[in-house]
């Protein structure tokens, strides 16, 4: 696609339940990233991939926190046992390649609500 | 590790008018990128202008422009001639150069400033 797309755009779910956030970047982008934004702040890093491989994970709060991206492109962002604390908008972004000098583009965000 | 602090939470502007938007930064990197991006109610973060900080001269990009000031820190956006459009979230944002012994690269934001232009 033209852009990095998201799904869902929004969700809603109970406290506890698991959770798949899916990014698909721009095509041809070797780096993708997962941010979260809670309200009122900037955007937090969560992780980044380079290829398949995640290169920094550092962002991940805990072990409920988890991403793939098997192929090189589609990632998935997966968060298990879902607290009420998780409800922010989750920003996923890419860029041609991993360097500082490379433009970041991001989606429009996947708005979880933890009930 | 880097910080990133926006001092107004809001700011308004005529529209036509010019206003400038402050962003200070904390960092022991000598090579980094700064940027500013601005979020509509969209959410999408979209790159407004971006500074490479071994270059003294400003960025400039049509209505929008930067005063870099390094040893100060400093990173101001201004916004010349003020359209209905700029109303939105200006995030000013770090990502350090990994090729120079800096952070894995990653973008480190501020808080963020409202930007509401007045018709």
């Known amino acids: 696609g033209a852009g990095v797309s998201q799904t869902p755009s929004n969700k809603v779910t109970e406290k506890g339940k698991y959770v798949e956030l899916r990014c698909d970047p721009i095509?041809?982008?070797?780096?993708l990233y997962w941010y979260r934004q809670s309200l009122g702040q900037g955007p937090e890093f969560l992780i980044y991939f380079q290829g398949t491989g995640a290169a920094d994970d550092s962002g991940l709060p805990n072990d409920r926190f988890f991403a793939v991206r098997p192929e090189g492109s589609v990632s998935t962002l997966k968060i298990q046992r879902t607290e009420r604390g998780d409800s922010a908008v989750y920003l996923c972004?890419?860029?041609?390649?991993?360097?500082?000098?490379?433009?970041?583009?991001f989606g429009e965000g996947s708005w979880l609500t933890v009930v | 590790a880097q910080t990133v602090t926006q001092s107004q939470p809001e700011m308004s502007v005529q529209e036509a008018e010019t206003v400038t938007l402050s962003c200070t930064y904390d960092?022991?990197?000598?090579?980094?990128?700064l940027f500013w991006y601005k979020q509509p109610p969209s959410r999408q973060m979209i790159l407004v202008i971006r500074?490479?900080?071994?270059?003294?001269q400003n960025a400039t990009e049509n209505r929008f422009s930067v005063n870099f000031q390094k040893a100060a820190k400093s990173f101001s956006l201004k916004i010349s001639d003020s359209q209905l459009g700029d109303a939105a979230m200006y995030f000013c944002a770090y990502r350090g150069d990994p090729n120079y012994g800096g952070s894995q690269g990653n973008l480190i934001f501020g808080k963020g400033t409202k930007l509401s232009v007045k018709p």
């Open positions: 972004a890419s860029s041609l390649r991993g360097g500082s000098g490379n433009t970041i583009y």
């Open positions: 095509s041809g982008h070797t780096a």
């Open positions: 500074q490479e900080a071994y270059k003294q």
């Open positions: 960092t022991s990197e000598s090579d980094y990128y």
